[in-house]
């Protein structure tokens, strides 16, 4: 995207694909000018927090492929991948931007999602 930096008025342009917290606040390069950036919509910061949280969940799951169901079935999913969700929890707190944190727990409901899904598989 491109912004005009309003102290030089020079046009800057902003890569959107560095993540959300590095392009919030950038330094014009002419005049040194703290600015901040408005990324894209919320919606679609949402909908990119709501993607990666469905990819962590995934590789999750992928990984322990061979423990999840019986996790699952004996309701001890939390206490056998406790840490690799609070691993994943890592990853998805160091790439979602406080501003879509606030607007709901993504990782938690792509969590949600995933154990409802295999319950239903499994006829639980
Ligand atoms: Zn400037």
Do not use: H, W
């Not at 491109?2 to 800057?12: D, I, R």
């Not at 902003?14 to 390069?29: G, H, I, N, T």
């Amino acid at each position: 995207m491109v912004t005009v930096c309003p102290e030089c008025k020079t046009k800057l342009k902003v890569d959107e694909s560095r993540s959300a917290e590095e392009s919030l606040k950038f330094k014009c390069p002419k005049c040194g000018a703290v600015l901040l950036a408005r990324k894209s919509n919320t919606d679609a910061m949402v909908e990119k927090a709501r993607r990666l949280a469905k990819t962590v969940m995934s590789d999750i799951a992928l990984y322990n492929a061979n423990i999840v169901e019986d996790a699952i079935r004996n309701d001890t999913f939390f206490d056998i991948l406790g840490e690799e969700i609070r691993e994943g929890a890592q990853l998805y707190n160091s790439r979602v931007s406080p501003e879509v944190k606030a607007t709901g727990d993504y990782y938690r409901e792509a969590i949600e999602a995933f154990l409802r899904k295999k319950r239903e598989e499994l006829g639980l």
